[in-house]
């Protein structure tokens, strides 16, 4: 029989066991300083605990190999059979990207996401035919023709009052199905929903029936953005403006076309003619049109971190700036009484001329982590602007002396508002977002945290008149009460499975929502 005599020689010297149980004791404190009493971003916690796990788990081996003093057979055995696990495992597995925490996401390598619907040619449209669903029509109180909706604030004062009880009245499913790679938002304009997704080689446009989910028309181009970590597809959600739709793509395909039949009407490769690069995780940030303008930020340099182009014809219009780009999109505001394009980019948020592309102002922001939501305009030429990863939020006011020259004066910062994607709403003084990850409320006056409750994950979330409804990262949609003193959950259901980064959209009481692998539409039931 085996004992433990067995695993040494007998005329060797006793296993050296204390090394091993020091690596493990000093891996198990340092996974509780970062967890515990460090105070930093859940993303780093994550990080930096998995780096100390690999760590452990090399220095454990080193230890079995050279410091162990085992018999050489069980060396090698004992080295052999964690190697071969790891094989296997990553035989077994694939990493689907990762969540908003920097937690991969493992997936059996023989899963692929269900699409059945076959391949186009590169740069070339088809088109359906359209049927109505029948049944009632929607409550069309609204459109939602780009990126977070007609403000581009994700806030729809003008949204019908909802019911506030999803048991009783379960939001009426019109449709869910498999949908193309990408973390894209729809753009909905009357009975027609435009998004992007990745279908192998090709980046498509694709307009579904709202109604139906009926594929109305599709647009097509050889290009491919994916990573493993950042994952595959475009990123950015169209936008739609009268009989036209803008889109871009995840290597930066800028195209116009025509909304009911999706022929190209002119596209330009925004890298390339602006002389940028590709950042890490794509091209993220949403085309903006304003009049006869589409305003994308490619990040060149020489006037062209910023850019406008002519919606009739693809005409290159102004550039302003050098900046490199981040993965937030331009907004437009009216500061000083002057009409501005705002834009977060790598090391500041600039202040264009909404004219000329001229840099009006800019205010220094930190430059090591992404940033990705918008700035948030606010009455009396303030502006609200936050990040993920442990930087946080700050409030800023815009001034303009008498020669016309723009100052930023910051009025509070904190720690406590960390909106990594989310795009933070405000309503009543008062602003709500994902810190970290968990809903959170803070004074607009002063900066001073009112509650932080709640872990949705890195979700989205649209201001619906007066309640909040959250598309958290799980795919479950939270309706909540706007509440200073408190988060109240009103009601809730499950509307996808998986990561589910994607901006939601409404229409009325429609609610539209995707992910990397499918869309679905609901009709949430409306208060009597």
Known sequence: MFNASDIHSAKGPPVRWWPAGLIVVLAALTIYYFRVIREDAQQWRNLYSMET?????????????????????????????????????????????????????????????????????????????????????????????QFLGPHRNATLPEAPGLARDWTAQPPQKLWRQSIGAAWSGFAVLGNRAVTLEQRGEEEWVVCYELLSGKMLWTHSDKARYFTTIAGEGPRTTPGIVGDKAVT?????????????TGRLIWSKDIIAENQSHLSEWGVAGSPLVLGNLV????????????????????????????????????CGATLGDVPQILIFNHHAIFGHDASTGQVLWQHP?????????????????????????GVGSELLQITRDQTGKFAVNRLWKSTRLKAK????????????????????????????????????????????????????????????????????????????????????????????????????????????
């Open 295 to 330: 305003i994308v930020n490619p990040g060149g340099k020489h006037d062209r971190s910023l850019v406008a182009y002519r919606l009739s014809n693809g005409e290159f219009a102004w550039g302003g700036g050098d900046d490199n780009a981040s993965y937030s999109s331009p």
């Open 365 to 389: 922001w930190d430059s090591k982590q992404p940033h990705v939501a918008l700035p948030v305009v606010l009455p009396g030429d303030r502006v609200l602007v936050s990040s993920g990863y």
């Open 53 to 145: 796990v690999m760590v452990a788990i090399l220095l454990v081996l080193l230890w079995v190999l050279f410091g162990s003093r085992l018999r050489w057979k069980v060396r090698w055995l004992l080295f052999g059979s964690v190697v071969g696990f790891i094989g296997l495992m990553a035989g077994i597995f694939r990493i689907h990207g990762v969540t908003g925490d920097l937690v991969p996401i493992l997936k059996f390598r023989w899963t692929r996401p269900g699409l059945s619907l076959g391949s186009s040619t590169g740069g070339t449209t088809t088109q359906t035919s359209s049927s109505s669903l029948p049944g009632a029509s929607a409550i069309l109180t609204n459109s939602y023709p």
């Open 421 to 528: 994607f989310n795009n933070l709403v405000t309503r009543d003084g008062y602003v709500y977002g994902l810190d970290d990850g968990i809903l959170a409320c803070l004074d607009l006056a002063t900066g001073e945290q009112k509650w932080k409750d709640g872990r949705y994950g890195h979700g989205q979330f649209i201001l619906a008149r007066d309640v909040l409804l959250l598309v958290a990262e799980n795919g479950e949609v939270v309706m909540l009460e706007t509440l200073p003193t408190e988060q109240r959950v009103i009601t809730k259901f499950q509307a996808l499975n998986g990561k589910t980064w994607n901006p939601p959209a409404m229409i009325g009481d429609l609610l539209l929502v995707r992910n990397d692998q499918e869309a679905a539409c609901y009709r949430l039931p409306v208060a009597p």
């Open 248 to 260: 871009l793509g995840g290597t930066g395909i800028l195209n116009c076309l025509d909304l009911s």
